[in-house]
């Protein structure tokens, strides 16, 4: 057992998760300038996303649109009206000295995460998600001894996703993260790439003793940049807390950042409340109203969502959660599979195909799922052939790899390579063949030496190069021998 389950026999863990979407609208949050990933420092901005002096903020409409969108998807409220508030810090990636944000009426409130952990599913509470403007990005440079403000991202629109003290281990909050991503990526909403600064998380932890409800002091822990890290991060500050606490001693209340080299959280500053950042509504900014209408249209139009099709897929075709989750991880490979469905292949080989010999495919080159590699119609042809023995498993695999490596049609292959050239009048052929070229075995198999069938089965095959099914060749082998 590792330390963690070892602390974990005695202690529970709290876990708070904050995730930080960036949305990938053209514009920024309050301002026409765009932004992109990547792009040469400081050439991405504008009066107001740098906070110049008499610059004023206007909402981005499709950021909006995107926040119901996650809203929607999530099943929480999605609220017809709410505000924008300033809260305010000091930092250098901060030139207006405070970020619009969201404070007492957020767009989002509630909602439900599905996840599963372990073949367990858990539906994680949502707090809320709320919009706002990001800050700058600041370089440190120790070995030169400076530091370096880069105000592209500055004013990039950010929703904000909170949850709910709810989740009690390293590994489920890992799995709650990757999660998000999905449902952003379904809804079209972020690329999330977490190595491009569009997913940063937060973890929030504290511990208490096993059967005790009230909850210890909490810290957290800021920006971390990876999924790993996220595992990682907290269970290097689980037993940082659980060192202090079975010394007696308090955790106290503070804000950690990771340090990727020592692999350890460290305290950056003991943490600010509520109060320190001097919220308030933000007097350039009316309160949003939008119509229930404009809501319930943009809900209406979501896709169907991961933890959907797992469920569906669970229930009506009796799938492992494993097998369900591997088919909903991307929109892409759901609806492939969903596609397959509908050319009247069966769930179970449907499954089998994509998640094995397909899949294989793309992992062999390491490129993403494509489902224009091997079109759902061609994959479904090339199963209905092999299932019916027109073509062995052999060929299928074989027609399945020039499908994905070439731009020809899955009739020219078929044709072109002779797969179903095994008429009968070829079969017959191949075996009087096999069997006049060795008289011998064919009389020592007609004396009783049956074991001789397989050396005949082995010449057919190969003399078919592996084109027809083990049983049309064993019933026309024990044809010709037994009936001759
Ligand atoms: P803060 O004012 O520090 O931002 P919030 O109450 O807004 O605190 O909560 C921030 C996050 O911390 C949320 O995800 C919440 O679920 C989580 N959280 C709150 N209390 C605890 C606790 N005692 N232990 C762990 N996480 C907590
Ligand atoms: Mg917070």
């Not at 997913?199 to 909850?215: E, P, T, V």
């Not at 920006?223 to 940082?240: G, H, T, W």
């Not at 469920?311 to 397959?340: C, G, Q, V």
């Not at 044709?415 to 009087?432: A, G, Q, V």
Request: proline residues 4%; charged residues 30%.
């Amino acid at each position: 057992m590792n330390t963690i389950e070892k602390i974990n026999k005695d202690w529970d863990f709290v876990i708070g998760i904050e995730v930080h979407v960036q949305l990938e609208t053209k514009s920024k949050m309050f301002s026409t300038c765009e932004y992109n990933y990547d792009q040469s420092p400081n050439t991405l901005t504008c009066p107001t996303s740098i906070g110049l002096p008499g610059a004023l903020p206007s909402i981005n409409q499709k950021a909006i649109d995107f926040a119901i969108k996650f809203g929607g998807a999530v099943n929480a409220t999605v609220h017809s009206s709410f505000s924008f508030a300033r809260k305010h810090y000091f930092y250098p990636d901060l030139p207006k000295g405070y970020q619009i944000s969201q404070f007492d009426k957020p767009i989002v409130t509630g909602g439900i995460v599905p996840i599963w952990w372990d073949n367990k599913k858990y539906d994680i509470e949502l707090t809320r998600a709320h919009l706002e403007e990001d800050a700058g990005k600041s370089t440190h440079n120790s070995s030169k001894n400076n530091s370096q403000v880069d105000f592209n991202r500055s004013g990039a629109p950010l929703i904000e996703i909170v949850t709910e003290p709810v989740l009690t281990h390293p590994i489920q909050a890992k799995i709650f993260i990757q999660r998000i991503k999905q449902i952003v990526n379904y809804i079209a909403i972020s690329n999330a790439e977490m190595e491009q600064g569009k997913l940063r998380c937060d973890a929030n932890i504290s511990l208490k003793k096993k059967g005790i409800k009230k909850f210890g002091t909490k810290t957290e822990i800021k920006n971390i940049n990876s999924f790993r890290n996220v595992q990682k991060a907290i269970e290097s500050e689980i037993k940082r807390q659980h060192h202090l606490l079975e010394d007696g001693k308090e955790v106290v209340q503070a804000s950690l950042t990771w340090n990727n080299e020592k692999n350890i959280a460290e305290i950056m500053r003991v943490k600010e409340n509520a109060d320190d950042y001097r919220y308030f509504p933000d007097p350039d900014l009316p309160p949003v109203i939008i119509s229930e209408s404009k809501i319930d249209s943009i809900i209406k139009d979501l896709p169907f969502l991961p933890f959907e099709f797992e469920n569906r897929w669970i229930d009506e075709y009796d799938f492992k959660p494993d097998e369900a989750i591997t088919l909903a991880s991307t929109i892409h490979i759901a609806s492939y599979f969903e596609k397959m469905i509908k050319y009247d292949v069966t769930p179970k080989n449907a499954s089998k195909w994509i998640t094995g010999e397909l899949f294989r495919l793309f992992n062999e080159i390491n490129i993403p799922f494509d489902e224009d590699r091997v079109l759902a119609k061609d994959l479904a042809k090339v199963i209905s052939l092999s299932d019916s023995e027109q073509i062995t498993t052999n060929s299928a695999k074989e027609i399945l790899r020039k499908l994905f490596i070439s731009d020809k049609s899955i009739d020219s292959i078929i044709s072109d390579d002779n797969y179903l050239d095994n008429t009968d009048n070829t079969i017959i052929d191949i075996i009087n063949k096999v069997l006049d070229q060795n008289p011998n075995e064919v009389d020592r198999f007609k004396n009783g030496e049956e074991k001789l069938l397989s050396y005949f089965m082995g010449k057919v095959m190969k003399e078919s190069k592996g084109k027809i099914s083990h049983k049309i060749i064993i019933q026309e082998l024990n044809n010709k021998l037994r009936n001759s």
